[in-house]
């Protein structure tokens, strides 16, 4: 059904990366009726493709491109972060004897473009006036732009909806930012604790879930399993990585609950398509278990904030620090 083309682009350091373009076929079109809603979405833009500044790895990326798929959202897909280790210059304002195995992002000009911040999720309207940013603001933004064809992610009632941003936001709290400290912070003892503040995020969402159903006890996947989703796919990390394990039972039946959600959400055809291979993330995850990844997310928790209070300002001063 759907169909995948590659084009190149060249970025800012004369280096090229692969781009997906992505878009989903007339006929599935047809199928759910989303040219019509989209149309009157965007009146002058009827069914070109949203340009979508992604990446293979982000945990933050992962719940919009899951939000679009979610309501066969027509993308183009473009692979915009890329990594590379970074040698002192000489120039630098630290001691050029510190450890030169550093990763720094480096970033699609075309996203530079689009957000000076060069953050992923971006998503950018086919005429580049409009963009989206924050994972959480792309996940209500492609239920807005759905058209209808597929039940929206964040709830119509707006008590509920208001209830699933909280939640959300705790997950963002409680599982994201202690994702990101248990996998970069060296101390052991701030690890393990960060470890149980995840696992207490997990719990307060697994309380939320019943037998066969999402969070709240919706019948179909919603906006906070979308922003827990992608970091609980990836807990095997801290597991391989730190040797924290999520409980596997317990609690009256709360860990089998949420081990089966986990399982139930995986299985969905269109969540499925978008996971990444675990070999090849784990690797990827190294630079930040190896304390080795200097990006924005890295940078604040090394400074020991949250990972979500990144700030460019103080964070270029620490860059260089080990702790
Ligand atoms: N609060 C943002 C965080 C997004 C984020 O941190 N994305 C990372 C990639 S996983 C990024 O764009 N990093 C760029 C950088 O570190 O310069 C959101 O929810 O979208």
């Known amino acids: ?22 878009s989903k076929s007339k006929s599935v079109r047809a199928e759910s009726n989303r040219a019509n809603s989209f149309s009157r ?5 009827k069914s070109l493709p949203l340009t979508y500044f992604s990446s293979w790895f982000c945990p933050f990326a992962h719940r919009a491109t899951i939000a679009l798929e979610h309501h066969h959202i027509e993308y183009e897909w473009v692979e915009a972060l890329g990594w590379e280790k970074q040698k002192p210059t000489g120039d630098e304002e630290f001691d050029a004897k510190e450890r030169k195995d550093w990763f720094y992002h480096h970033k699609s000009p075309a996203l530079l473009s689009a957000n000076p911040l ?9 005429d580049k006036k409009d963009v989206v940013t924050e994972s959480l603001v792309c996940v209500e933004f492609a239920d807005e732009i759905g058209g209808g064809a597929y039940p929206t992610l964040l709830s ?28 970069v912070r060296t101390d052991l003892e701030e690890r393990a604790a960060a470890f149980d503040k995840l696992v207490a995020g997990l719990r307060v969402f697994a309380s939320e879930l019943e037998n066969e159903g999402f969070w709240g006890g919706r019948g179909t996947l919603g906006f906070v399993d979308v922003a827990l989703f992608p970091y609980a796919w990836r807990l095997y990390v801290l ?4 040797g924290f394990n999520v409980p596997r039972s317990g609690e009256m039946g709360l860990w089998e609950n949420y081990h089966s959600w986990l399982l139930r ?10 996971l990444p291979d675990k070999n090849k993330y784990l690797k990827h995850v190294a630079k930040y278990a190896n304390d080795q990844a200097r990006s924005k997310v890295g940078n604040a928790t090394r400074r020991g904030v949250s990972a979500l209070d990144y700030d460019d300002d103080i964070d270029a001063e620490n860059a260089h620090d080990n702790q």
């Open 118 to 126: 060069g953050m992923i999720p971006t998503i950018q309207s086919h």
């Open 239 to 242: 597991e391989h990585y730190r």
């Open 1 to 22: 059904m759907e169909k995948k083309n590659f084009i190149m682009f060249s970025l800012c350091k004369h280096r090229l990366l692969t781009t997906a373009v992505k």
């Open 156 to 183: 119509r009632n707006p008590w509920h909806a208001a209830r699933e941003r909280v939640a959300a936001m705790n997950v963002n709290k409680q599982v994201t930012s202690n994702y990101y400290a248990v996998l």
């Open 41 to 45: 979405a965007f009146p002058s833009s």
């Open 265 to 274: 959400v995986s299985a969905l055809d269109y969540v499925h398509s978008t």
